[in-house]
């Protein structure tokens, strides 16, 4: 059984906003919400996490509702060194289960 | 900055050969992870070790994978024998128990031909 379920694929334009929503609909009390990002030949980096509302740094904002069953990834005004692919995971601690992530394409 | 170390960065062997990874931890950091990674699986947890002690290797093949932290700067990951379908990218990660982030090396690139 996935723990978070979102999109395999997305493409967007330099410039645009990106938003991933990842659906967690049996997270429990205890989880945080995070998000990595992973480039070609590289290890998944942190981006952001959160618990509830919103949360907001130097790289993306995550939103989170009141029902925690659902999370959005905000990327601003992406650029082309932003394709990557971005995991959506949920846990209490550090041991963290990736799924499949969402495949982000950032065109010219 | 500190890092996740991970060597060698790139290894291709002959099948039947033993393959040692190693992984040094970010200094501070008590709970270290190993992961592989390939097209068809994704990421998968092979190993999870808190304070050096391994408390879940559930995702490891035990034939022929071990896990071992002999301090606490080195974490190696050994297959003997290797085979072919062991080829993937191997990644080492580290945290610390009270946080809820990981930060990954740059991962141990695999052939076994």
């Known amino acids: 059984l996935a723990k978070t379920t979102q999109p395999i694929s997305m493409d967007s334009y330099e410039g645009q906003e990106v938003n991933i929503t990842c659906s967690h609909n049996?997270?429990?009390?205890?989880?945080?919400i995070t998000w990595y990002q992973q480039f070609p030949s590289q290890g998944p980096r942190f981006i952001i996490q959160?618990?509830?509302t919103k949360v907001t740094n130097e790289v993306a904002s995550l939103f989170i509702p009141a029902d925690r069953k659902s999370s959005t990834l905000s990327l601003p005004r992406v650029s082309l060194s932003d394709t990557a692919v971005y995991y959506c995971?949920?846990?209490?601690?550090?041991?963290?289960?990736f799924g499949g992530g969402t495949r982000v394409l950032v065109k010219p | 900055d500190a890092r996740v170390t991970q060597t060698p960065r790139h290894k291709v062997t002959e099948m039947g050969q033993e393959v040692t990874m190693r992984c040094q931890p970010i200094?501070?950091?008590?709970?270290v992870f190993w992961y592989r990674q390939t097209m068809m699986q994704g990421l998968e947890l092979l190993a999870y070790?808190?304070?050096?002690?391994?408390?879940?290797d559930s995702g490891m093949p035990k034939d022929r994978f071990s896990a071992e932290m002999p301090d606490a700067t080195l974490a190696t990951l050994k297959i003997q024998p290797s085979e072919p379908r062991d080829s993937a990218v191997y990644f080492c990660?580290?945290?610390?128990?009270?946080?809820?982030?990981?930060?990954f090396g740059e991962g141990s690139w695999l052939t076994v031909v």
């Open positions: 995971l949920r846990a209490a601690g550090n041991k963290l289960t």
């Open positions: 959160g618990y509830k």
């Open positions: 070790f808190r304070n050096r002690a391994p408390l879940d």
């Open positions: 990660a580290s945290g610390r128990y009270s946080g809820n982030t990981i930060y």
């Open positions: 200094l501070g950091h008590n709970t």
């Open positions: 049996n997270i429990a009390t205890n989880d945080y």
